[in-house]
T-cell receptor, first 112, second 112 residues
């Protein structure tokens, strides 16, 4: 069962505009959420995380929003840059569990 | 500081053959993980370890074995390769369960 879903396989935005990547989850036990970025032929790299006690976390151009009632989180990238073009994975885990669940990823293309 | 290294980068196996995927980290992390990523899917946890001598199953452990005799190394063993094990395998490590995971570059395995 896919407990973490990224329903948009791809997203294309213009350089300088905002990129919004979405993620939904079904397991109400999840309390820690992460976004990873992956370039081709490389492993994923950590981008930003958020705990369920917060609804927003910001790090430079990247902001993650968490809506617990809707079981939804989103990653905002402002402004988007061509170097942001990559696959973005949403991941979630529950307290006390070491089993992190990943979404299928969204391929972001930022056009110059 | 090399981070997480994986060998080999690529491998083709025949059905029924066995092999070991190597993973080493030099960050003195306690936790180590093995994931597989199938095309168009997110990463799925195969096995993890919370320290030397301690391993546990993840979401998809069937057909694999692991051991953790040192903090640095976490090899993944495939005993009887099957076409369903064709995938990209990622090793990761983290300081503890709630820290972000650092990933290796991956091993692309094809079983024919």
């Amino acid at each position: 069962d896919q407990q973490v879903k990224q329903n948009s396989p791809s997203l294309s935005v213009q350089e300088g505009r905002i990129s919004i990547l979405n993620c939904d989850y079904t397991n109400s036990m999840f309390d820690y959420f992460l976004w990873y970025k992956k370039y081709p032929a490389e492993g994923p790299t950590f981008l930003i995380s958020i705990s369920s006690i917060k609804d927003k976390n910001e790090d430079g151009r990247f902001t993650v929003f968490l809506n617990k009632s809707a079981k939804h989180l989103s990653l905002h990238i402002v402004p988007s840059q061509p170097g942001d073009s990559a696959v973005y994975f949403c991941a979630a885990k529950a307290s006390g569990s070491n089993d992190m669940r990943f979404g299928a990823g969204t391929r972001l293309t930022v056009k110059p | 500081n090399a981070g997480v290294t994986q060998t080999p980068k690529f491998r083709i196996l025949k059905i029924g053959q066995s092999m070991t995927l190597q993973c080493t980290q030099d960050m003195n992390h306690n936790y180590m993980y093995w994931y597989r990523q199938d095309p168009g899917m997110g990463l799925k946890l195969i096995y993890y370890s919370v320290g030397a001598g301690i391993t546990d199953k993840g979401e998809v452990p069937n057909g694999y074995n692991v051991s953790r005799s040192t903090t640095e190394d976490f090899p993944l063993r495939l005993e009887l390769a099957a076409p369903s094990q064709t995938s990209v395998y990622f090793c990761a490590s983290s300081l503890a369960g709630y820290n972000e995971q650092f990933f290796g570059p991956g091993t692309r395995l094809t079983v024919l």
